[in-house]
């Protein structure tokens, strides 16, 4: 018997991992499939604008966020992947959005490398460790090789969602 997936932010655990769907956090609108920019604040205002659509929040709001955030460290984690993050007083779930640049760009990446991969996450101001784990649930399928490089060949944005949501090796 199938069963159906749980509302979201839902983590399964058992003692070593934590397990969440990303289809709990990025919708299938939620896929840029070959965002044209040619910096990382361009990039930054694109997906704020964008992700402001989608989650009925302020656009100007998760811009600033980003680019506090930003200022900190940048979000870069290397491997051409950045995953932009904050925390959103009005937001009441985790909310994801995926962009393909279609030409990398200086992201001020820790590695030197320029980012074509963005993958960024807004959470609820009081979200807590849940921001913490989808961070880290969507790192590890980030820096998979084999997910990267489907996403990287990939065209549309059903393709993309398809592999960005499809559990992997490293998401376990």
């Known amino acids: 018997m199938v069963r159906p997936l749980p509302t979201p932010p839902a983590f399964f655990t058992d003692r070593r991992t934590v397990f969440m769907p990303l289809t709990d956090i990025v919708a299938p609108q939620g896929i840029i499939p070959a965002l044209k920019v040619k910096s990382k604040k361009q990039a930054l205002a694109e997906i704020a604008a964008r992700a402001a659509t989608l989650s009925g929040q302020n656009e100007r709001t998760i811009l600033d966020i980003l680019t506090q955030r930003e200022k900190l460290g940048s979000t870069g984690v290397g ?28 992201f001020e990446s820790l590695d030197g490398e320029p980012v074509d991969l963005i993958f960024l ?52």
């Open 121 to 172: 996450l807004l959470a609820p101001e009081g979200a807590g460790a849940d921001h913490l784990k989808a961070l880290a649930l969507i790192a590890r399928v980030l820096r998979d090789p084999d997910v990267a490089r489907k996403l990287r060949e990939s065209r549309d944005a059903s393709a993309l969602y398809a592999v960005i949501t499809t559990p992997s090796s490293a998401a376990a």
């Open 79 to 106: 491997h051409g992947v950045a995953i932009p993050h904050g925390k959103l007083p009005r937001l009441d779930r985790l909310f994801g959005l995926f962009a393909r640049l279609e030409r990398p760009i200086d």
